[in-house]
């Protein structure tokens, strides 16, 4: 007997078990990889509102005490680095809240103005923002 017709054999006595193990199993992998995408994307895409508040309260405090610091080197850098994150966080909270959001510029920074426009409409939907940070008052100084 041959090594062909060997192998020929073996295959169609394997064939149903094959065919069997196919049906049960890949429907089960299937259904295992689309739940774990689905909860992976869950988990990227919903920030709690109670944490992107916590984060915005934090970087508004962050920015007002940096902006009040003697040291004026790296100041200006620091300020554009919080106001960015500001920017991010107030854009999620915006997308969370379903109020709409500003465009973001090619370059990733949004103007003082709108940024100060979104944080007022964040805080007239009932997002509780600190009242004295600079960037939600109407000051001339930025």
């Known amino acids: 007997m041959n090594v062909a017709k060997a192998t020929e054999i073996v295959a169609i006595m394997l064939s149903p078990t094959i065919v069997v193990a196919a049906a049960l199993y890949i ?13 992976d994307q869950d988990q990227v895409t919903h920030t ?4 992107l508040a916590a984060d ?5 405090h962050q920015h007002e005490t940096i902006k ?7 100041r200006a850098k620091h300020l554009r680095a919080v106001e960015g994150a500001i920017a991010d966080c ?3 909270a915006a997308i969370a809240l379903g109020l709409p959001c500003p465009d973001r510029p090619a370059h990733g920074e949004l103007p003082t103005p709108q940024l100060r426009e979104l944080l007022r409409s964040l805080a007239d939907a009932g997002l509780v923002l600190p009242p004295a940070v600079g960037l939600l ?6």
Do not use: H, Y
Request: charged residues 35%.
């Open 68 to 74: 009040q610091s003697p040291g004026l080197a790296m």
């Open 56 to 60: 915005l309260r934090r970087l508004l």
């Open 48 to 51: 709690p509102i109670e944490e």
């Open 27 to 39: 429907p089960r992998g299937v259904r295992a990889i689309a739940g774990r995408l689905r909860r």
């Open 137 to 142: 008052t109407a000051d001339k100084r930025s």
């Open 90 to 92: 107030a854009a999620e």
